[in-house]
T-cell receptor, first 114, second 118 residues
Framework: DAGVIQSPRHEVTEMGQEVTLRCKPI?????LFWYRQTMMRGLELLIY????????DSGMPEDRFSAKMPNASFSTLKIQPSEPRDSAVYFC???FGQGDSPLHFGNGTRLTVT | AQTVTQSQPEMSVQEAETVTLSCTYD???????LFWYKQPPSRQMILVIR??????QNATENRFSVNFQKAAKSFSLKISDSQLGDAAMYFC???????????????FGQGTTLQVKP
């Protein structure tokens, strides 16, 4: 299995632009998570899906952030408009089932907003 | 709400020696899962070891073992015979036992950066 695939690996954009991050979970996994990692705040859960349905989006910082999962093999995280404080590494992770099932992480997208 | 605390921002160990990374957590739940993840400079998050709270026996994976003290809400990671490839940031994480379809988030500590000296 190729693992969780995220694209792009790096993204540099100007403030005010729209940014779309993409994720392909491991086939057969029914949970998908979006995390953000910064030096100041560590790893924060933004949102997660179960069977393509958003379950908890309480970590989404504000309305500029939105996430979708149109099918079991694809999810997007969109920031519009982007701001410099959105600069971070964004991780997508997937798991099969609940509880002690480990999360499998993608390699992350490093976003820089200038 | 559950919280996870790693009080050691940085640790260092001599190659071939043993090091212990600390983690404490706060929860009112009686059943849950605990994890240690490793993040090397490549930034890939790698599962190191996991522990079910209802199991009294400490989990072990090769050179990695945990000391799980449920009453103290402590979950430390011991790395034996440290190798240069163990240098990374280590994250402790907590996950609730799901009671409904809401599986429970994986909540991370702030991380501990481990340096391995040759």
């Amino acid at each position: 299995d190729a693992g969780v695939i995220q694209s792009p690996r790096h993204e540099v954009t100007e403030m005010g632009q729209e940014v779309t991050l993409r994720c392909k979970p491991i086939s057969g996994h029914d949970y998908l998570f979006w995390y953000r990692q910064t030096m100041m705040r560590g790893l924060e859960l933004l949102i997660y899906f179960n069977n393509n349905v958003p379950i908890d989006d309480s970590g989404m910082p504000e309305d500029r952030f939105s996430a979708k999962m149109p099918n079991a093999s694809f999810s997007t995280l969109k920031i519009q408009p982007s701001e410099p404080r959105d600069s971070a590494v964004y991780f997508c992770a997937s798991s099969f089932g609940q509880g002690d099932s480990p999360l499998h992480f993608g390699n992350g997208t490093r976003l820089t907003v200038t | 709400a559950q919280t996870v605390t790693q009080s050691q921002p940085e640790m260092s160990v001599q190659e071939a020696e043993t090091v212990t990374l600390s983690c404490t957590y706060d929860t009112s739940e009686s059943d849950y899962y605990l994890f240690w993840y490793k993040q090397p400079p490549s930034r890939q998050m790698i599962l190191v070891i996991r522990q079910e709270a209802y199991k009294q026996q400490n989990a072990t994976e090769n050179r990695f073992s945990v000391n799980f003290q449920k009453a103290a809400k402590s979950f430390s990671l011991k790395i034996s015979d440290s190798q240069l490839g163990d240098a990374a940031m280590y994250f402790c994480a907590y996950r609730s036992v799901p009671k409904t379809y809401n599986t429970g988030k994986l909540i991370f500590g702030q991380g501990t950066t481990l340096q391995v000296k040759p």
